[in-house]
């Protein structure tokens, strides 16, 4: 009966530890998983460039969602056709996580990389599937689609971007928010870009292992 | 009714055993145990070989057994050859290993194997209905918390008692209460 | 960070080994708590020997506490553990009727293969009855899978989901409960082993 006494005891207790120590937030997940996630955005598989972001826009065969993770005033200056803009704290709230679509691509962007990296992070913890960041973010996607320079782009300029601060560098007279002519580009008249496809086909319902069912 | 068997592990030290192989498993595998979905790919892939017209007309079949690679090449299959193993190994440390049959000492043993086989086939349909059994939904499902495990749990439970009065015959001795 | 890769980090031959280790673990660990013997299992649901609800909910605590703990500590990943997705009510049906089974036939599939490998007699009729049940499902699934495949289904919810309580509170609760159908239990069968003890003498 002693023994029995000392595990039901050690038993509760390591639930009341539980209970106070609570469970790791999204943040600290990131962070012990810090090293993994770093490497993994240094292999460059999930950035998409802006071409391929177009062609997966005008392909109706495809799910997407495109959330933008900038200032609500970059957002109503300019921003891509049907993106969504998604307040930091949201990317932490597990409801909001669960009710995400399915067999979607998710595509993050800022406007250059390292807010849209970060917010993939914390999507990526929380077991996101078909997850993107859109390489160059909204700077990449301006120097291609917009209009002051010129079509002539090399795909170099976009990856050029990553390092950037990821402040907004083109200028706009007034806020158009998704009414610039760049937020929705015309495919027939856009510059041809050659890109490396990075964007993995969303297959049926891929079922985890585990269980008998 | 036994009351204490002798060389039979203490209950909660066999759970807490048993509890420390399934954390194993959900660190190693990122999930639990099974048992029954490794029996019902054999029976599926029996089928297949005996009659694979039909496995075409059956989108469960399909599903069972038609998937990228050999269906018995799943870690259901694998697992369940340790089972056995273990059920072996353990059955010679402990003397308990030599052909026989377990019943209720107010029936034979004949009727003692056609209710086995009779439960058998019951639970092969419950487990399959529930996609899962003791092992992955109970136990496995349980630890991590899955609602659905927990109802298919009391659910078990509540089967299992409710019937058990009307098939008392089976296992009690006299006196039927 | 757990849970591995382990097809990445030993191959798939490996892995499977592993399977095979793990079902070693785990049949053994049946076989030792008397599960290879239907009179043990059946014995539960007569209330005068609880050892399946004690081994059962033994195991589910300290799988449950262990992971929940290596999980706050930081080295698993409790989100990428597979949760068994929720079917209510094919779940609730299977259940019953898988409980039935049960205390007909007197094992469940994994404590039947350790009976069979015991070479039980018994065990090898429960398997080939499972055989059975699973094949008269497959054949006549097709009807009913609408139910089978969306009656309920809620996808992977936990219980925390379902009652809006963080992990924590859901975990002590479980041990509560756990900790108070043990004492229930010994109570139940100190019980029935002092009136049998007592019908004896008369």
Redesign the interface.
Known sequence: MNR?RV??LV??A???????????TVE??VS??AP?LQSRLETRRVHIHPAELLDVINNYNTRLRIVDVRDESDFNLFHILDSVRVPWARLQDPAWVRALPTHTVTVLVSNDERRAEEAWKRLA???VPHLYVLEGGINGWLDLYGEAPTGAVSSGSAAGHAAGDDTLRHGFSAALGSRHPASDPDPLHAPRVEYERKVKPIGPTVR?????? | MTRKQKGYMNPYVAGGFLGVVLFLSFVLFGHGLGASGGVAKIVGVVQDTVAPGRTDGSAYLVDLVRGAGNPLDTWLVYEILGVMIGGFLSGILSGRLRPETFKGPRIGVGTRWAAAFAGGAIAGFGVRLARGCTSSQALSGGAVLSAGSWAFMFSVFGGAYLLAYFVRRLWTEGDAR | MMPLDLNALVGHTGQNLFYVLTGIGFGFALEQAGFGNARNLAAQFYLKDMRVLKVMFSAIVTAMLLLYWAGALGWVEVERVFVNPTHLWPGILGGFIFGVGFVIGGYCPGTALVSLSTLKLDGLFFVLGLGAGMFVFGETIDGWRAFWDRSGFYGEVTLMQVFGLPAGVVVLAVVLMALGMFFGAEKIEAYFARRDAEGGRR
């Open positions: 029995k595990a039901a038993a509760v390591a639930a009341v530890g539980l209970l106070l120590m609570g469970r790791p600290e997940r012990a998983r993994e913890v929380q077991n985890k292992a585990g269980g008998c069912g």
